[in-house]
């Protein structure tokens, strides 16, 4: 028998979207950003490759200073990770013990509950509404560690900031507000960070930054809270090359707010557009549409989607089996998406 731990034996483990080793595919399924970071910021790749042999910078000094000054917080309130998934990941493993609970919404990034269980901790779902929302703040004194994606995904809305500040201002837990798609909304939490010494933030590189084959992202909190999440996390966990790219991409911040608008431009046409072609789809303020076909179950128009080389993501998930998750492309892959979609209802 191998020694294996149990609570890991028992875990199926996340299963992130189809990365497909050839590029003949629309990809809509991952939420990455269409849009390529402007050429200028590979210029400090040079560099960096130079020193290859040379451990990075273990506290990503620079990128923190750029992020800081981006985000309009202190650089002893940030710490930068290999994804904003390796905070989350640092969180639990700096607040939460083997045996205590970590709540969630019960529909929502399905990694918080993968970690959660492989840390050996138990899980709380809150439940949401038939609209897949936060109903009223959270009340739940027995976990640790709180969860909230807002926006939220599979939808993509915020929760309700009413329900969210009061969560944060009566939780005896940390809160997490994770804002991996909060560039592509008009609101933010950064202001509860003024407010709340237990609420940790996290943005990610991936999605509005386009670089989510580079690995960044941050945590933005209270110096103690920093400073307990430094000890736990990887000595070197960004790479040089990432902290570079990264570094320099936040120097082009006009570039990814214009993309940002278009991105948000595109959302709300294929939005309407799926709309007129019959799904149900909720209104987003991601870089992403859930989105229901009221003519042929999701499963179908996710295979035959498929067939067409365009691939959208596609959830077992038996409250959101009968939709598709549509990333947001370029106006022209959403077309071809479109002419597809169309194609397969008339057929
Ligand atoms: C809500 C949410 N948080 C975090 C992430 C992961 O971000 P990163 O690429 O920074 O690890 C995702 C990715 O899909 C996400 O949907």
């Given amino acids: 028998m191998l020694p294996l731990r149990e609570c890991v034996l028992q875990t199926p483990g996340y299963v992130p ?3 497909p080793l050839t590029n003949d595919y629309i990809k809509l399924n991952t939420n990455e950003n269409p849009y390529p970071p402007p050429p200028e910021i590979f210029e400090a790749l040079q560099v960096e490759l130079s020193k290859v042999r040379l451990y990075p910078d273990p506290v990503s000094t620079q ?3 750029a992020a800081a000054r981006v985000f ?4 002893e309130n940030l710490i930068a990770g290999n994804g904003s998934d390796d905070i989350l990941n ?3 493993r700096t607040f939460v013990n083997p045996g205590e609970a970590i709540a969630f919404l019960d529909l929502t990034y399905s990694l918080y509950d993968t970690l959660a269980k492989i840390h050996g901790a138990s899980v ?4 949401t509404n038939e609209n897949f929302e936060l109903g009223e703040p959270i009340i739940c004194p027995k976990a640790k560690l709180i969860f909230i994606a807002s926006p939220n995904p599979p939808v993509g809305k915020h929760v309700n900031r009413e329900y969210l500040e009061k969560t944060c201002a009566n939780a005896t837990a940390i809160v997490v507000i994770d804002e991996a798609y909060v560039d592509f909304s008009q609101e933010n939490h950064l202001d509860f960070l003024q407010k709340y010494e237990n609420v940790i933030i996290t943005r990610t590189m991936s999605k509005s930054y386009s670089l989510a084959g580079m690995r960044v992202g941050f945590g933005i909190a209270s ?3 920093i400073e307990q999440m430094n000890k736990v996390r990887d000595s070197y966990n960004l790479n040089r090359m990432s902290q570079a790219i990264a570094t320099a991409a936040f120097e082009s911040h ?6 940002w608008q278009k991105v948000c431009q595109t959302r709300n046409r294929l939005l309407l557009s799926l709309r007129d072609l019959d799904f ?4 987003s303020e991601s870089n992403f549409v859930l989105a229901s076909p009221q003519w042929i179950s999701a499963a179908e128009l996710y295979s035959q989607l498929k067939e067409r080389k365009i691939l959208v993501r596609y959830f077992k998930h038996p409250r959101i089996s009968n939709y598709v998750r549509i990333s947001i492309g370029t106006d022209e892959e959403i077309d071809r998406a479109l002419e597809a979609i169309t194609e397969i209802k008339t057929q």
């Fill in 72 to 75: 309009g917080v202190n650089i």
């Fill in 90 to 92: 640092i969180a639990i």
């Fill in 254 to 259: 006009t570039y990814f707010q214009n993309i």
């Fill in 223 to 225: 110096q103690p809270l």
């Fill in 63 to 65: 990128l923190r200073k």
């Fill in 280 to 283: 149900f789809v909720f209104d």
């Fill in 17 to 19: 979207g189809e990365q």
């Fill in 124 to 127: 709380i779902e809150i439940p």
